[in-house]
């Protein structure tokens, strides 16, 4: 693309000068926190630092053409932008180097990430959502290389809803679609396949995306040639470029150092992106790294002299700071002065958050030294604590750690001993345990009373005319149902349109809704979860599907990385309630029956992960999920779409509770545990053990994330005094983290009379088949013969032995 030379309005040469003046003042500023960030980290105060330094005019351009209701989905270099906005001052950068753990404080994470990673608050107090469109927006950064990327493409898609759908309430979120989504990334990262993937998905989709590609010719130690073919991503971009034949991207290259090429580049990329919805990528080249990759490492390990050289002048920084005296805009003095002001200005930046970082580590110490001093006067290990007082006040900067690791060793030394003074040690330790660790541990999940958990469990309702018909049509109505009712609800993935899915539980409801509702997808997992969480921040109700659970480790990362992190990473601020829809358990194969769920629960910590038995209870979690904003992972029973279930009448309002477990046999010898497609075999062992005496209380688990909140397990196992956990997952998989769940978490231990025990899949994948199926995963004979074997154990008697 051709950059041209307008600008969108004329103005005085004063106001010219005042503005170019401005924004040399940012980059000088925010260079200035980088370098003496870098140096907080070696001496010791900071644990890492990572910056912007080198790629300030670029970040300035493109703060100029951001509008609220703009999204920024970026990475660890962006600050000189944030500060550009007005979203990050020196004091605020300083905070997060030092991990302050006040959200005001520090507002991108409350000391929960690195410095580096920027966010916005989209949420009010109440969790409710504040006007994004009034507002300039920034998603949550995460460290992983091309990991923003993914999110960009959803929300730039929302854009494209938000415009395209006239009847959707768009209130707060958006104003006819005219927000631009905008991307920052590596030119080394763009070697990710998740870049790639989203660039391909964003050309496809023809969504108002801006992707900025800061280029400085590295990826930490390693040049260009080894990441890029030709060295030049904007080559290998070429193919992308529309023309009057078919949609695609502008591509605009332009040079890091050049202020007046850069902000034309971003102004006629924004009005493009902004008004006609086509994507752009901006690379910007000739971008140096004047401190290296981060304060871990050192450039002058790895790049030339003559590298280092070039980079020195042609420091974006210093280019423009050369380009300012030359066109007479200031002179030398005006900017040495200048300068001399904002180094002043950061280093009390820099003195008053390390200040306020410390004063209540200082007032916590202080009082712990009172009640240390207290406890030794009449302790038989007077000497010990004494010691421990002594070391805690030779620490000048006590961090939290200090106190807890001296309080906690101090009350060792009271063992045995009964007085005032230890009571108000142990209180204070308790205290200062309880009021801190939510600081590091708070907003994994929702914490407002709307939360998924606290949706009431409301029953599906039959008649005498109820009919059976198969599990698939009861999800089909039940989209249908909620289709109708939400009109935030988007459905999309591969196959989910014009087939109505692989399983038909979407049956026809494209051709009601519209392809922008229920929609086709390229087969490209990633970025499928990626439409999900960037449209989820911008308050839509997306339901991504992944076509077999299988296939969900393909979008893996994103998940993890992204999705189940959100919301704690933000301390709360930000949410995407994605739902997304899979099926899995038994059926033929290696890659078609899968349960893979020990990985799942323990990766995707703050995603709820449900597995119903049936058709029914699915619907219901879509329905429970809908009245919550969290996100989760519904694993549908791939072979159970044709099994007859009765219709409900109450499609779209019968709620599966999150969290409860459910008894379906009741029975006094031993407490029987599984999930999913699993359960009915183990209903059917446990007529089989019937027949023999045995009688069985099954319990199908429902929820693995959460898990049996009530801990109804327990209750049965008071019972029985006997546990098996019956899982086709692998060995050491999903059943060990539910037998951690019962026996330890909630105690069942203490009402156990034989070894509690699990059953799974064998160690390998299944063998394809129905012999395979019964090879490899646990069968109706396998679950008799391991209870009766816990049962001959405990009356050989009654139970002789049977094999």
């Not at 034949?245 to 902004?274: C, F, P, Q």
């Amino acid at each position: 693309m051709k950059i041209t030379s307008k600008t969108s309005n004329e103005i005085s040469f004063d106001d010219f000068r005042a503005q170019i003046l401005k924004d040399y003042t940012i980059a000088f500023l925010s260079r200035t926190v980088s370098l003496l960030g870098r140096k907080e980290v070696l001496t010791g105060k900071a644990k890492f630092g990572i910056f912007g330094d080198g790629k300030e005019l670029p970040q300035l351009a493109m703060a100029r053409s951001f509008k609220n209701g703009d999204f920024r989905s970026g990475y660890y270099r962006d600050q000189t932008f944030m500060m550009a906005l007005g979203l990050l001052t020196p004091k605020q950068l300083f905070h997060s180097l030092y991990a302050t753990t006040d959200i005001e404080k520090e507002p991108m994470s409350a000391g929960r990430q690195m410095g580096g990673h920027f966010v916005t608050h989209s949420l009010n107090e109440d969790g409710s959502w504040k006007d994004l469109t009034a507002q300039k927006n920034s998603s949550g950064d995460i460290s992983c290389t091309a990991g923003q990327m993914p999110r960009l493409l959803g929300l730039a898609q929302a854009s494209k809803v938000y415009r395209l759908l006239d009847s959707l309430n768009s209130n707060g979120f958006s104003k006819k679609g005219n927000e631009i989504a905008w991307g920052t990334i590596g030119n080394a990262s763009t070697s990710e396949g998740m870049f790639l993937e989203t660039i391909n998905a964003g050309g496809v989709l023809q969504v108002p995306m801006v992707i900025s590609i800061w280029d400085d010719e590295y990826g930490i130690s390693v040049p260009a040639k080894y990441h890029t073919t030709g060295e030049d991503i904007s080559k290998i971009l070429s193919g992308f470029q529309r023309d009057k034949s078919s949609n695609g991207y502008e591509l605009i290259k332009v040079n890091g150092w050049d202020y007046t090429a850069l902000m034309h580049a971003y102004e006629d990329a924004s009005d493009l992106a902004r008004e006609e919805h086509v994507p752009v990528v901006i690379h910007v080249v000739e971008l140096t790294q004047p401190q290296g990759h981060s304060s871990s490492g050192s450039h002058e390990r790895y790049k030339s002299d003559e590298r280092l050289n070039w980079e020195r002048d042609n420091d974006c920084n210093k280019r423009f700071r050369e380009w300012i005296i030359e066109s007479n805009i200031a002179s030398e003095e005006e900017l040495l002065e200048l300068e001399k002001n904002i180094k002043r200005e950061v280093r009390i930046a820099k003195k008053e958050a390390w200040s306020e970082y410390l004063s209540t580590h200082k007032d916590h110490k202080k009082t712990l030294i009172q009640l240390l001093d207290s406890a030794a006067v009449n302790s038989g290990n007077r000497v010990h604590l004494t010691r421990i007082k002594n070391d805690l006040i030779a620490i000048d900067e006590p961090i939290k750690k200090d106190l807890a690791t001296s309080s906690r060793k101090a009350l060792r030394y009271l063992l045995g001993e009964d007085s005032q003074e230890k009571l108000a040690l142990q209180k204070w330790v308790s205290n200062f345990l309880d009021d801190t660790q939510p600081m590091y541990s708070s907003s994994l999940y929702s914490e407002f009373p709307n939360k998924a958990t606290n949706v009431a469990r409301i029953k599906p309702n039959y008649t005498k005319g109820s009919q059976k018909v198969d599990g698939r049509v009861i999800l089909r109505d039940n989209f249908d149902k909620l289709l109708n009712k939400y009109p935030e609800i988007l459905i999309f993935g591969e196959d989910s349109g014009t087939i109505g899915d692989v399983n038909q539980g979407l049956e026809g409801l494209q051709k009601k809704y519209g392809k922008i509702r229920v929609s086709d997808t390229g087969i490209r997992e990633t970025t499928i979860i990626g439409q999900g969480i960037g449209m989820a921040l911008r308050g839509l109700r997306p339901i991504a599907e992944i076509q077999y659970l299988d296939y969900i480790f393909y979008a893996l990362a994103t998940l993890t990385d992204d999705l189940a992190t959100l919301r704690y990473r933000t301390f709360g601020k930000q949410k995407a309630p994605l739902i997304i829809r899979t099926r899995g358990h038994r059926l033929e194969g290696i890659w078609h029956s899968g349960s893979p769920m020990g990985g799942l629960i323990h990766v995707l910590r703050g995603i709820y992960i449900l597995s119903p038995r049936n058709m029914t209870q699915a619907a219901g979690f879509y329905n429970t999920l809908l009245k919550s904003d969290e996100p989760a992972l519904i694993i549908e029973s791939l072979n159970g779409y044709r099994l007859k279930e009765f219709m409900p009448d109450n499609l779209g309002e019968f709620c599966t509770p999150i969290g409860v477990v459910d008894t379906l046999k009741q029975g006094t010898d031993i407490t029987l545990v599984s999930y999913g497609s699993t359960l009915r075999i183990v209903q059917k062992a446990a007529k089989e053990l019937s027949d023999v005496g045995i009688e069985a209380e099954v319990i199908d688990a429902q929820t693995l994330l959460p898990f049996d909140i009530n801990q109804d397990v327990l209750k049965s196992v008071r019972k029985t005094n006997r546990l098996l956990v019956i899982d086709e997952d692998v060995p050491g998989g999903c059943s060990a983290y539910i037998m951690q769940e019962i026996v330890e978490k909630q105690g069942a231990y203490k009402y156990l009379d034989s070894a509690p025990q699990t059953l799974s899949a064998k160690a390998h994948r299944p063998a394809y088949s129905s012999d395979g199926d019964y090879f490899s995963k646990p069968n109706a004979e396998d679950i008799f013969e391991r209870v009766y074997a816990i049962m001959n154990e405990a009356d050989p008697t009654n139970y002789p032995q049977l094999r």
